[in-house]
């Protein structure tokens, strides 16, 4: 006969021990019919099963001082997988009595229990096998398919409700020990049972009779007290209904008066409109009068300001034209000033032309002198150079005389235009100041 695989039974074995106590939480809870608290056996028995299958295979940790090996470093690592796990991670590390990871990792699950999410966490976990082989051994039963089962047999504890005092209980050095007894059932255990069953009936009816009859006696107390305060109220409003009709008699007597005195008022005002109208509309002919003299004399100083508007327009247009014929005189002053400047500048290119040729003159004079022979070629060729400085003073002479002329011609012009252009000006603003006025 082969032998089995002992890590395979260990599984095997937790994996009966969770069924049962799984399995016997919810029908205990189912039962009891109420939520369920830190001492009830199942819960309490349910809790040493789970901490042994977290514990299956785990890896021993090295520290400087000893080693260890906790279940919290798995639960710790669901925070990260699971969003939601951040608030029960953080509740556990702010427990004030925890001093050890398994105290934590206690208290985990508990939290998760009242939340309805341990099956939910610890799913998120199991996928993560390459997360879980940091913690767990190959063989373990979180890295099997045990592990998977167990988790879903957990989604049948969410139909319980439990209200866990984790804070001022000693999970650190709690002794994690699995009751069998629990889970063998003999004939005495189920007669036991059903008797228990018939017990709790019972209480539950006398708890539910008492209960009733505790309410009936405080609507019967409240229905006496009503109808005391009804009584009262009643004897108020007689008297009140009392007061009420000898003012209204005190009211209708005053109403009659007032009604009195309202018909004298209308009839001083229905006379006294019948006067206001007849000079209201007498007021109201002499308003229409006056009203169609007034729209005569605007429509008159309307067609006036037409025109004096018309009139201004035209003189603007008019000054426009003057100013553009000002611009182009200046511009052409500015053309001839310019003809001018290269005319002198020309004239003083001449003028250089004819000292260089006097320069010329005297220098060949100079030679002819110290030269005897080439008298009669000197001769001559100062006599050409003598020509043409005549040509060259005469040429200046016309061309400064023709330059004055020019000038002269120019100053003028512009001394006019502007005269004319001034007059033109202070006459327009004559007339358009005229016109403003």
């Known amino acids: 006969m082969a032998t089995k695989d002992p890590t395979a039974v260990e599984r095997a074995n937790l994996l009966n021990m969770a069924k049962l106590s799984i399995k016997g939480l919810i029908e205990s809870a189912l039962s009891f019919g109420r939520t369920l608290d830190s001492d009830y056996p199942p819960l309490q028995q349910f809790f040493v099963v789970m901490e042994h299958c977290l514990k299956h295979g785990l890896k021993v940790r090295k520290s400087f001082l000893s080693y260890n090996k906790t279940i919290w470093g798995p639960l710790e690592l669901v925070e990260k997988l699971y969003p939601e796990a951040e608030e029960i991670g953080a509740s556990v590390r702010d427990l004030p009595g925890l001093k050890t990871p398994l105290g934590r990792a206690r208290a985990w699950l508990r939290l998760a229990l009242m939340q309805k999410k341990m099956a939910d966490y610890l799913r998120c976990l199991i996928i993560q096998r390459e997360l879980l082989s940091e913690f767990y051994e190959y063989h373990a039963l979180m890295m099997e398919e045990e592990g998977a089962v167990i988790v879903g047999l957990l989604v049948g504890l969410n139909v319980i409700d439990a209200n866990l005092c984790v804070k001022g209980e000693d999970l650190d050095s709690q002794v994690g020990v699995i009751d069998f007894s629990m889970y063998l059932k003999n004939e005495e255990d189920v007669g036991n049972k ?10 539950d009816q006398k708890n539910y009779v008492e209960e009733l009859n505790r309410q009936l006696n405080s609507t019967v107390s409240s229905l006496h007290s009503r109808v005391d305060s009804l009584e009262k109220s009643n004897t108020k409003l007689i008297e009140e209904l009392a007061i009420a ?4 008699i005190k009211l209708q007597e005053e109403n009659h008066q007032l009604r009195n005195e309202n018909k004298l008022i209308l009839m001083k005002t229905q006379q006294h409109l019948e006067v206001t109208k007849v000079d209201v509309d007498a007021e109201l002919q002499t308003y229409k009068h006056s009203r169609q003299e007034l729209d005569e004399m605007y429509n008159e100083a309307r067609r006036q300001l037409r025109d004096e508007s018309q009139l201004r327009q035209d003189v603007e247009n008019e000054l426009a034209v003057q100013v553009s014929m000002k611009h ?12 001018i400047h290269e005319k002198q500048d020309t004239l003083i290119g001449l003028r250089q032309q004819l000292e260089e040729v006097k320069a010329i003159n005297i220098e060949m004079y100079q030679k002819l002198q110290g030269s005897e022979d080439g008298l009669k070629e000197k001769n001559e060729i100062i006599a ?20 004055n002329d020019l000038l002269t011609q120019t100053r003028t012009i512009a001394m006019s235009l502007v005269k004319c252009a001034s007059s033109d000006t202070q006459d327009q603003y004559k007339l358009v100041k005229d016109i403003s006025f």
Request: aromatic share 0%.
């Open 194 to 203: 059903e008797r228990n069953v018939q017990i709790a009936a019972i209480l």
């Open 384 to 403: 050409r150079l003598e020509e043409k400085t005549n040509k060259i003073t005469v040429a200046m002479r016309q061309l400064e005389q023709s330059d």
């Open 328 to 339: 182009e005189i200046e511009l052409a002053m500015k053309l001839l000033e310019k003809d």
């Open 245 to 248: 009709k000898n003012n209204i």
